[in-house]
């Protein structure tokens, strides 16, 4: 689901990880969430990230500065879109 304004968290980290050479399991080894966590953010089965969970995520892939700012700001778009639908 792409959000108004830019692409959807879940690509974002889709992206992120696949450019770091990660996998789900490698991120969740780094970021101390679960394979679960990161697999229903990448599917787009979460869509509201909490912003601890992003900072975790950005961390773990060792993240740029412009990276995490795109990260924190998807997330950011992508709570206020389900606040506004639901």
């Known amino acids: 689901m792409e959000l108004e304004g830019g692409i959807s968290f879940g690509c974002l980290l ?3 990880r ?14 101390g969430l679960s394979v679960r966590a990161i697999s229903d953010l990448e599917r787009e089965h979460t869509r509201r ?10 961390d773990g ?8 700012a795109e ?3 998807a997330a950011g778009r992508a709570r ?3 606040q506004a639908v639901g």
Request: proline share 2%; no cysteine; glycine share 4%.
């Open 71 to 73: 990260l924190l700001q």
């Open 80 to 82: 206020l879109h389900r």
């Open 61 to 68: 892939l060792g993240a740029t500065a412009s990276v995490r």
């Open 14 to 16: 889709r992206v992120a």
């Open 18 to 31: 696949i450019e770091a050479g990660m996998t789900q399991e490698d991120l969740a080894a780094r970021s």
């Open 49 to 58: 990230p909490y912003f601890r969970s992003v900072r975790l995520l950005a």
